[in-house]
């Protein structure tokens, strides 16, 4: 099946400290990938869509100077949280999907990364 | 109208019964309904996945269930386990739509 590989897992750093994210589609091709934050118990809450050479489509209320993203290449998004403070903590997931003729495809996730911000 | 309803918020069930989430859709051009679970600490993962020129589909012990004129669809889990317990959420999206409308999950424990 699809995979798409998330890094790192796990970050934990001081306030004020840029963090970069990285979201790889490991057997296909994203033209499109989607960057997630979720809550304890919530859903997914959509932050921004990013097809791949152009610029990102970022959801009302999410800051895109803050969360930057780059989808450089059909496999590798990238979500830079900006000068994090502790309410930027959370877990974020990407995911990625190709486009097969006219039909829809699944969204494939990564495993997601916990951000704590000290 | 872009809203996936789902329901229950949370499920328990014994082990070997069956699990029975619902969800509902009010936009007609949802054309794709995949199906996730996420563990604890994990990014949630496509489990199954119908369109609506089907009323019924089946992998394994996972069965939907779409109702089109209802404008509904439902995942039951037969033969539940304890390695089933997780969040599940249902997800709707329109032809070549970028994204999809996710519901807001269930959580389900299966008891030993």
């Known amino acids: 099946g699809a995979v798409v590989s998330q890094h790192p897992s796990w970050v934990i750093c001081k306030s004020g400290t840029s963090v970069k994210i990285e979201c790889r589609s490991l057997d296909f091709q994203a033209t499109t990938m989607f960057w997630y934050r979720q809550f304890p118990k919530q859903s997914l809450m959509l932050m921004a869509t990013?097809?791949?050479?152009?610029?990102?489509?970022?959801e009302q209320g999410v800051e895109k100077d803050k969360f930057l993203i780059n989808h450089a290449s059909l496999t590798l998004s990238t979500l830079t949280v900006t000068s994090a403070h502790p309410e930027d903590s959370s877990f974020y997931i990407c995911?990625?999907?190709?486009?097969?003729?006219?039909?829809?495809?699944?969204?494939?996730f990564g495993d997601g990364t916990r951000l704590s911000i000290l | 109208q872009q809203q996936v309803k789902q329901s229950p918020q949370s499920l328990i069930v014994q082990k070997g019964g069956i699990s029975i989430i619902n969800c509902a859709y009010e936009n007609t051009a949802f054309d794709y309904f995949p199906w996730y679970q996420q563990f604890p600490g994990k990014g949630p993962a496509l489990l199954i996945a119908?369109?609506?020129?089907?009323s019924e589909k089946k992998e394994g012990r996972f069965t939907i269930s779409f109702n089109k004129s209802a404008k509904q669809f439902s995942l039951h889990i037969m033969d539940s386990q304890p390695g089933d317990s997780a969040t599940y959420f249902c997800a709707a999206s329109i032809p070549l739509g970028q994204n999809f409308v996710f519901g807001p999950g269930t959580r389900l424990s299966v008891l030993p």
């Open positions: 995911s990625a999907r190709g486009f097969r003729g006219r039909s829809n495809q699944p969204q494939h």
């Open positions: 990013s097809n791949e050479g152009s610029k990102a489509t970022y």
């Open positions: 119908i369109r609506p020129d089907v």
